[in-house]
């Protein structure tokens, strides 16, 4: 049985919506990412899922929510990369007083201090894939982080030759002997 996974990235929060660094903290959407949400829909509707699985924090589960499934089930596994110091700061701020190293980590290349260490994170990515369910396409509503990890981790590249993951933007991932990447950073607009 060939498996696919649908991976989508929440809606614009209101820490996206002014530049902010999120990691694992937990602002609400925005406004307009809620409207994303719901404009997305129709598409994953078509899609059938299978099995439905969030992460565990708020941008993530209202996501969930206003794609039709509120009652999905929240693992925290699929939480977005632990940012720590860099948490609540605005990228440029934090690009500017780093020298260096946001870019550096960016690619994959360095840890951001007080956070989540690349290899820790990809193996928390592998470890959620792993647990979930035998089925034909499994929905999981999560963040850019762990989708771009998980492409590069499957795909065997390097987490920078993938571009940023868009809000509210689906990819798909086949899983076969050799995983294959279907669809990245779609978006309705």
């Known amino acids: 049985m060939s498996r696919r996974l649908l991976l989508v ?4 929060s209101t820490w996206n919506a002014e530049d902010r660094l999120q990691g694992q903290a937990d602002p609400p959407l925005s406004e307009l990412g809620r409207a994303e949400a719901v404009a ?3 598409a994953l509707r078509a899609l059938a899922p299978h099995v439905v699985l969030t992460s565990d924090l708020a941008r993530a589960r ?6 039709g499934h509120s009652t999905a089930p929240a693992d925290p596994r699929w939480r977005e990369f632990d940012l720590g110091d860099w948490t609540s700061r605005t990228e440029n701020d934090v690009r500017a007083e ?8 960016r690619a994959g290349r360095a840890n951001p201090p007080g956070g989540e260490s690349w290899a820790t994170f990809g193996d928390r990515i592998l ?6 369910p035998p089925v034909e396409r499994a929905l999981i509503v999560t963040h850019g982080g762990p989708i771009r990890t998980l492409c590069a981790r499957l795909l065997d590249t390097e987490v920078d030759a993938l571009t940023r993951v868009t ?3 689906l990819t798909v991932l086949e899983l076969a002997d050799r995983p294959r990447l279907l669809r990245y950073n779609w978006t309705m607009s």
């Open 62 to 67: 209202e996501t969930a929510a206003l794609l």
């Open 167 to 169: 809000n509210a933007s």
């Open 98 to 105: 780093s020298d260096g190293a946001f870019a550096a980590w």
């Open 40 to 42: 997305l829909r129709p």
């Open 127 to 132: 470890e959620a894939v792993q647990a979930l």
């Open 9 to 12: 990235r929440h809606g614009q």
